[in-house]
């Protein structure tokens, strides 16, 4: 019998009745994946839900962190990213079932189309988009993926997939910090029912030294992280921090014990300033 801590950690329902945990742990490529880190969040600190990607070439390391845990699969939320390179009907389709073999599992609780762009040339985005979200339909329905997703979508990329295919995406994961808010791509989310997920929500660092993030924290006495990740959560955002230093995944767990007061969730709100820390996806098609 598993002994270990489950983090009480609220979730927000998906239009197709799941419920998704409003906190995970990130993976990334270029030292953002840690053995140790993935064990100790599931084990040390109840986390529960886990994001990662093909393209971050981490799968398989995942899966094993992921049953030395001990945690049944049945109390996890694993979402994974299909990359453009493997866009189209029968690529998508092989590459889901190739991802979930390199983890070790049956299926994904959320599946993502990694980006707008495609990388077939003479195939015009929007169509490859649809060939390609179609093969994600199937996989749905097969319960190979319990729901799916697109990240980095824009609300014209949403638009098109929407009169071109039949399922409304159940999650649009993108960048999201005080720095980089789109509050018209979050409001035509939330008007289709799709959930908004945030990433890079510490704006790889940058947010941590604000002088308005520090005024915060000092008044919360939190850490500037706990500041923005709290934040995020209160804007109804799922938010995937991603750290490998044991002290700052357990931080990043300590964000439901607090509420930040309107005042200051304004504050935070006024950051805006449009910058990108990661892709921007404005210019694609």
């Not at 866009?87 to 073999?101: E, N, V, W």
Request: contains cysteine; proline residues 6%; negative net charge.
């Amino acid at each position: 019998m598993n002994m270990s801590p489950v983090l009480s950690c609220p979730t927000l329902p998906l239009s197709n009745g799941l419920q998704i945990p409003v906190l995970g742990l990130g993976t990334s490529h270029f030292g953002g994946y840690s053995h140790d880190a993935i064990v100790y969040a599931l084990t040390e600190c109840g986390m529960r839900h886990m994001d990662t990607a093909k393209r971050y070439g981490c799968e398989e390391k995942l899966g094993e962190a992921i049953r030395e845990s001990g945690i049944p699969r049945s109390e996890l939320w694993l979402t994974n990213k299909l990359w453009p390179g493997d866009y189209g009907y029968k690529a998508a389709k092989k590459a889901c079932l190739d991802s979930c073999s390199q983890m070790g599992v049956e299926y994904f609780d959320l599946y993502l189309m990694h980006w707008p762009g495609s990388m077939r040339p003479g195939c015009s985005n929007r169509e490859l988009r649809a060939e390609t979200w179609r093969a994600l339909e199937e996989l749905y329905k097969e319960g190979v993926c319990r729901a799916i997703g697109v990240s980095n979508f824009l609300v014209h990329h949403l638009q098109q997939l929407k009169e071109d295919c039949s399922i409304v995406p159940h999650v649009n994961q993108v960048e999201y910090h005080p720095f980089q808010q789109p509050n018209h791509l979050m409001e035509y989310c939330h008007q289709e029912g799709i959930v908004f997920e945030g990433y890079s929500p510490l704006a790889k660092g940058q947010a941590l030294n604000d002088p308005t993030v520090l005024q915060i924290a000092e008044k919360y006495r939190r850490t500037p992280a706990q500041i923005c990740i709290r934040w995020s959560i209160q804007n109804n955002v799922v938010t995937i921090p991603k750290s490998t230093k044991h002290k700052r995944i357990q931080e990043n767990c300590e964000v439901f014990g607090f509420q930040l007061e309107e005042v200051d969730m304004a504050a935070l709100g006024g950051l805006h300033d449009n910058r990108h820390v990661t892709w921007d996806p404005t210019n694609v098609e």
